[in-house]
């Protein structure tokens, strides 16, 4: 079963808006929860990563949210840009598990 | 300098032929990986072997046999390939099993 739950399928922002992106988990043994980005064709690249120690890190225009009693954390992406259009995988560690993904597309 | 190298980027073949995609990562990490993303790009984990031995065989069917041979690659090989089997496959590295993972560019598996 999957491990970690992510939402929504598919996102689509203008221009200069907040793109959310949602996760949940259940295996309170992850302790690292990073964020991917995946442009066609290209293999997953680490974008933001973060340990439960901390309720909140930020990285430019990405943002990750970490609420531990919830077990749910999320992806902000402030002034989302038609280069950010991309897909967006959360992830568990240890032995990285993946949520489904999220399609972003910024509309100029 | 390419961090985690897979050969061979496309792979077309029949049902019932045995393939093989190698890799290899010169990061000098511990942990390497095995990752299956199908159509709906679901990012399934498949094996993971940490310094030569295998640490995670994910409920995948024995015709997918891992190998490592040391520490810096891990080859796949797949026995009688079915049409189930195409795929995009990832190879992936970390220096542990929880910090981040550096991936292969994919090798896109077609089984007609």
């Not at chain 1, 808006?17 to 442009?39: L, V």
């Not at chain 1, 949210?65 to 077990?71: I, P, R, V, W």
């Not at chain 2, 520490?71 to 995009?88: F, R, T």
Request: charged letters at 20%; one cysteine or more; glycine letters at 6%.
């Amino acid at each position: 079963q999957q491990q970690v739950k992510q939402s929504p399928q598919s996102l689509i922002v203008q221009k200069g808006g907040i793109s959310i992106i949602n996760c949940a988990y259940e295996n309170t043994a992850f302790d690292y929860f990073p964020w991917y980005q995946q442009f066609p064709g290209k293999g997953p690249a680490l974008l933001i990563a973060i340990r439960p120690d901390v309720s909140e890190k930020k990285e430019g225009r990405f943002t990750i949210s970490f609420n531990k009693s919830a077990k749910q954390f999320s992806l902000h992406i402030m002034d989302s840009q038609p280069g950010d259009s991309a897909t967006y995988f959360c992830a568990a560690s240890p032995f990285m598990r993946f949520g489904a993904g999220t399609r972003l597309t910024v509309k100029p | 300098d390419t961090a985690v190298s897979q050969t061979p980027k496309y792979l077309v073949t029949q049902m019932g032929n045995d393939k093989s995609i190698k890799c290899e990562q010169n990061l000098g990490h511990d942990t390497m990986y095995w990752y299956k993303q199908d159509s709906k790009k679901f990012l399934k984990i498949m094996f993971s072997y940490n310094n030569k031995e295998l640490i995670i065989n994910e409920t995948v069917p024995n015709r997918f046999s891992p190998k490592s041979p040391d520490k810096a690659h891990l080859n796949l090989h797949i026995n009688s390939l079915e049409l189930g089997d195409s795929a995009v496959y990832f190879c992936a590295s970390s220096q542990t099993t929880n910090e981040k993972l550096f991936f292969g560019s994919g090798t896109q598996l077609s089984v007609l």
